[in-house]
């Protein structure tokens, strides 16, 4: 089994930054990938990045290319989000998630996850 407590979401004005954490226990190996979606009201969840096993491979959804960031403390089972020029549309509750292959294969679907953090609430005004 394995748990995941997301923490730093919150209100922002656009252009502002926010940090996103998600802390992973349970049985947790390095070798997984972990990644963040979001969803918005009234939206599917969509996926935002994904960071692989050992290796560090990174992948986006192109709307956060060059704002977004994702890094990983594999020492402390542990993936960050770093949001930066913040816009509007990026308004909703992203969500944490891990999966047992570390590999970075058709990770934009989200029933190939395998564990779910309980979201963290993300608004930006405009």
């Known amino acids: 089994q394995v748990q995941l407590v997301e923490s730093g979401g919150g209100l922002v004005q656009a252009g502002g930054s926010l940090k996103l954490s998600c802390a992973a226990s349970?049985?947790?190996?390095?070798?997984?990938?972990m990644g963040w979606f979001r969803q918005a009201p009234g939206k599917e969840r969509e996926f935002v990045a994904a960071?692989?096993?050992?290796?560090?491979?990174?992948i986006y959804t192109d709307s956060v290319k060059g704002r977004f960031t994702i890094s990983r403390d594999y020492a402390k089972n542990t993936v960050y989000l770093q949001m930066n020029s913040l816009k509007p549309e990026d308004t909703a509750v992203y969500y944490c998630?891990?999966?047992?292959?570390?590999?970075?294969?058709?990770?934009?679907?989200?029933?190939?996850?395998?564990?779910w953090g309980q979201g963290t609430q993300v608004t930006v005004s405009s």
């Open positions: 998630a891990i999966r047992f292959s570390g590999m970075l294969v058709r990770v934009t679907i989200a029933n190939n996850w395998d564990y």
């Open positions: 349970g049985r947790v190996f390095s070798y997984y990938a």
């Open positions: 960071i692989s096993g050992p290796g560090g491979s990174t």
